[in-house]
């Protein structure tokens, strides 16, 4: 309770200082009222396009990401029917997702069903985004061109869209790490705490961005301030680490049950899957130096569409160039103090940095070290312009900095939408599988009974839970390679599944339908042709696999290709939904 209380006050307090904060906002003389409305004006203009591009994947629950096949499909089991309640690969797959994470959809899908619900949680994440702004906006320190600024350059980014859309856990990155950037910005210690403990509830590797940068920031100064306040602000960290531990806690002590220990760097360059053919596709190691260089660039990316089509043509010519002059021009002006230190973002620096060494060389017990350049760099390129350019001239009298703020939030938000575009991607900026696109099969699928389960050459089944709403054997989008115990399992039964489709015995068919509990086969036509060894391909060490599996055999010899009429329940395209039932009857092997 003591840890709690504090904290329930101060949110109060913050409510209850909310009125007070807004009025503050009103410009006091007419120079503020011109900026404040060219800066609004600006920004609203460049919302109603980006708004109008992203409509459908903001809004659409038939656009979904790719990785909803691996992360979201379990939650069907809180709909009616609680579809995939019962299925192991779903429930292997649940325990990778955090609990809060878990919570957000117990309370949406039950009212609107996941692919409405996934849309209601991306909402929210832009909302936490949006919430830094206004943190930004509602501050002295900063102002309303610093908060739109900032608003701005994490929505406008297609990187954050990316992860943000689709409501997946690694989705909280980006929004975690801007609320503590924006409370760092404007110094307010209520929002850097709130982005910790959101990032301890949601994803971990956020929350270690967020500590550290937390922790390299208390020590800023050094002793300068005093020993006392030192000492303070490292107390405040010390309780802030040991309740976002606690709330953690659930999540490392009740993780996955059976996945048994996370491959060691040793055991993963030994292992396939870790390699660039395989899953994961992260040994070896990306050469620091560039990675981390081409993420803090391509910050500056060219992307959408823009009001000029012929300036936007001749920066992608020169995208090289302008994306370092960028860089160093915000670089020069911190140097020369035209603009008040960007303490935080140089925090997030050293933060992202350290985690990127340390998740190396504990290899993978931090998780992948890319996520620590891909989201960190992203962060601090974001944030070095947001600090840079919306904390303009801090030694100028308030009534001139916030308009001149205010100006300059204007001239860059103007200029990014006319040389970069609008932050618009297309198609569907990656959103990748849509319901629409083989509508009748999901249709089908999902009129089928709630024990069904579908075995399919690993490349083809992803989607089936998820809009099917019925389980599949494995699918490339549920083999995760990190834990031992579980990469074993998944591996075994993928290879099995192999065994079945391209079996030339009728017997070894039935018995693995038996062994998993399949009910029916999804054949693809186009993987029995007579190059079918290498239309079995899919990734490493399972392309090996097949391939050592089909040698010598002929298309002939395989029971699956041209499967009994009567066994085939329905066709679509070039895929064959085989009963299994029906196989057994029709060969008479039981």
């Given at each position: 309770m003591n840890l709690i209380e504090p904290v329930r006050q101060r949110l109060l307090a913050v409510w209850?200082?909310?009125?007070?904060?807004?009025?503050?906002?009103?410009?006091?003389?007419?120079?503020?009222?011109?900026?404040?409305?060219?800066?609004?004006?600006?920004?609203?203009?460049?919302?109603?396009?980006w708004y109008r591009g992203n409509h459908d994947?903001?809004?659409?629950?038939?656009?979904?990401?790719?990785?909803?096949?691996?992360?979201?499909?379990?939650?069907?089991?809180?709909?009616?029917?609680?579809?995939?309640?019962?299925?192991?690969i779903a429930l292997e797959m649940l325990e990778y997702q955090p609990y809060a994470h878990r919570l957000l959809f117990r309370l949406t899908v039950p009212f609107v069903g996941l692919l409405a619900a996934t849309k209601i949680v991306q909402a929210l994440l832009f909302l936490v985004i949006a919430l830094g702004g206004i943190v930004l906006a509602t501050s002295r320190r900063a102002g309303l061109g610093a908060g739109l600024l900032f608003t701005f350059l994490f929505?406008?980014?297609?990187?954050?869209?990316?992860?943000?859309?689709?409501?997946?856990?690694?989705?909280?990155g980006f929004p975690v790490t801007a609320l503590w950037l924006a409370g760092a910005l404007s110094?307010?210690?209520?929002?850097?705490?709130?982005?910790?403990?959101?990032?301890?509830?949601t994803y971990p590797t956020g929350l270690a961005m967020v500590l550290g940068a937390e922790g390299?920031?208390?020590?800023?100064?050094?002793?300068?301030?005093?020993?006392?306040?030192?000492?303070?602000?490292?107390?405040?960290?010390?309780?802030?680490?040991?309740?976002?531990?606690?709330?953690?806690?659930?999540?490392?002590?009740?993780?996955?049950?059976?996945?048994?220990?996370?491959?060691?760097?040793?055991?993963?360059?030994?292992?396939?899957?870790?390699?660039?053919?395989?899953?994961?596709?992260?040994?070896?190691?990306?050469?620091?130096?560039?990675?981390?260089?081409?993420?803090?660039?391509?910050?500056?990316?060219?992307?959408?569409?823009?009001?000029?089509?012929?300036?936007?043509?001749?920066?992608?010519?020169?995208?090289?160039?302008?994306?370092?002059?960028?860089?160093?021009?915000?670089?020069?002006?911190?140097?020369?103090?035209?603009?008040?230190?960007?303490?935080?973002?140089?925090?997030?620096?050293?933060?992202?940095?350290?985690?990127?060494?340390?998740?190396?060389?504990?290899?993978?017990?931090?998780?992948?070290?890319?996520?620590?350049?891909?989201?960190?760099?992203?962060?601090?390129?974001?944030?070095?312009?947001?600090g840079t350019l919306g904390f303009l001239a801090p030694k100028l009298p308030l009534g001139v900095r916030q308009p001149l703020r205010a100006f300059a939030a204007a001239a860059t938000i103007g200029l990014t939408w006319l040389a970069l575009g609008n932050g618009v991607r297309e198609p569907h900026m990656g959103f990748d599988i849509d319901y629409r696109r083989d509508e009748k099969l999901w249709d089908h699928i999902r009129t089928m009974p709630l024990d069904t389960r579908i075995a399919t050459h690993l490349l083809d089944g992803d989607s089936i839970p998820l809009f099917g709403e019925r389980a599949n054997n494995g699918g490339f989008e549920t083999l995760q390679p990190w834990l031992t115990k579980s990469w074993a399992r998944q591996k075994a039964r993928a290879e099995d599944t192999f065994r079945a489709l391209y079996a030339t015995r009728r017997e070894d068919v039935i018995a693995f339908a038996k062994k998993y509990r399949v009910t029916h086969f999804m054949l693809n036509e186009s993987r029995y042709r007579e190059d079918f060894v290498n239309r079995s391909r899919s990734i490493e060490p399972l392309t090996t696999f097949t391939?050592?599996?089909?040698?010598?055999?002929?298309?002939?010899?395989?029971?699956?290709?041209?499967?009994?009429?009567?066994?085939?329940?329905?066709?679509?395209s070039n895929k064959r939904i085989v009963s299994v039932a029906a196989l057994e009857q029709a060969w008479n092997v039981h």
């Open positions: 209850k200082s909310l009125p007070d904060r807004l009025r503050a906002l009103e410009p006091k003389n007419r120079l503020e009222w011109v900026s404040s409305a060219a800066v609004l004006w600006i920004f609203c203009s460049w919302f109603i396009s994947v903001l809004w659409d629950p038939m656009l979904q990401p790719d990785d909803a096949r691996t992360a979201l499909f379990p939650f069907h089991r809180y709909d009616e029917g609680h579809p995939l309640a019962d299925d192991p929505i406008h980014d297609i990187s954050v869209q990316e992860r943000v859309l689709g409501g997946l856990p690694r989705g909280f110094r307010r210690t209520w929002a850097r705490y709130a982005a910790a403990v959101i990032a301890a509830l390299v920031y208390a020590v800023r100064g050094f002793a300068r301030p005093g020993w006392a306040t030192l000492l303070r602000r490292l107390r405040r960290f010390g309780i802030l680490v040991f309740a976002c531990i606690a709330l953690l806690s659930p999540a490392i002590l009740f993780g996955m049950s059976d996945g048994g220990p996370i491959h060691t760097l040793e055991q993963a360059r030994e292992e396939p899957a870790f390699g660039k053919t395989g899953r994961l596709r992260v040994l070896p190691f990306d050469e620091p130096s560039k990675a981390f260089g081409e993420a803090l660039l391509e910050t500056w990316k060219p992307l959408g569409t823009s009001p000029m089509p012929s300036l936007k043509a001749d920066v992608e010519a020169h995208k090289a160039e302008i994306e370092v002059s960028i860089v160093a021009l915000l670089v020069l002006l911190a140097f020369l103090r035209f603009t008040a230190p960007p303490t935080p973002v140089v925090a997030f620096l050293i933060s992202s940095l350290v985690l990127y060494a340390l998740s190396r060389g504990f290899a993978f017990k931090l998780y992948s070290p890319e996520r620590y350049y891909s989201i960190g760099m992203r962060v601090v390129g974001l944030g070095l312009a947001a391939r050592t599996l089909l040698s010598g055999r002929q298309r002939e010899e395989l029971v699956l290709a041209n499967p009994p009429p009567e066994a085939i329940v329905f066709r679509y």
